[in-house]
């Protein structure tokens, strides 16, 4: 059944057609995702975080992300991949274990070191992201590119891990922050893999994404954010003596 879900994953990320995740944060919302028609769920780790009482960055205990993840993959009957950040200090082989006995088939792994927060080299990510693959040759690897989350907006830099990252065995990248169409479109046909891009205000909307030829297209914490702030309003509403019904 894991195999199954991995080679569907894996056959969703299609150019021009991408596959959409509202990232999710808990076994209701990923039922609600997969309710609502999505053929796979994401979580993302900075909901997750916050839904478990802690800052993103890795805050949140290893063992806690993993059972919020196992959580998440009980709950649905369609592919699940993680957002697990760095792999929150767990070597290679034992991320890859411990991810498999959650029931995700995939996950994210970005590359920056959230103890420094600075951006790791990328030949060392390339070595984490071989020893993942090597042990999990199943496993859906997303690998995301923080350049530009840094402030650093350098497209060759981009070019640069993302094939870096291809060549370690990813199946995708995801450039987290590009948002420019021109060195969208460049990087998918100068790549020619799939390639995520973060769905968020000021980027292209989801129709011009699937037009560049992106392959996936994430929310983060975007969903949750507005979850959350519509419950918060729903609340200062009732404190002030208004009913939410």
Known sequence: MTTDRAATMRALHVPGKPLVLPNVWDAASARAVRDAGFPAVATGSAAVARVLGYDDGEQTPVAEMLAAVTRVARAVDVPVTADLERG??????????RLAETGAVGLNLEDTD??????????????????????????????????????????????????????????????????????????????????????????????????????????????????????EKLLADLHAGATPF
Do not use: W
């Open 88 to 97: 929150y200090g767990l070597r290679p082989a034992e991320l890859a274990e």
């Open 114 to 231: 959230p103890r420094t927060g600075e951006l790791v080299d990328p030949g060392a990510q390339a070595d984490y992201l071989a020893g993942v693959r090597a042990a999990g040759p199943e496993l859906v690897i997303n690998a995301r590119v923080d350049v530009h989350v840094h402030g650093n907006a350098s497209y060759a830099e981009t070019v640069r891990r993302a094939r870096r990252y291809l060549e370690a065995g990813a199946d995708c990248v995801y450039p987290i922050f590009l948002a420019d169409e021109d060195e969208i479109r460049t990087l998918v046909a100068e790549l020619g893999r799939p390639v995520n891009i973060l769905a968020r205000p000021g980027a292209p909307d989801l129709s011009r994404l699937a037009e560049l030829g992106v392959a996936r297209i994430s929310f983060g914490s975007g969903i949750h954010n507005r979850v959350h702030a519509h419950a």
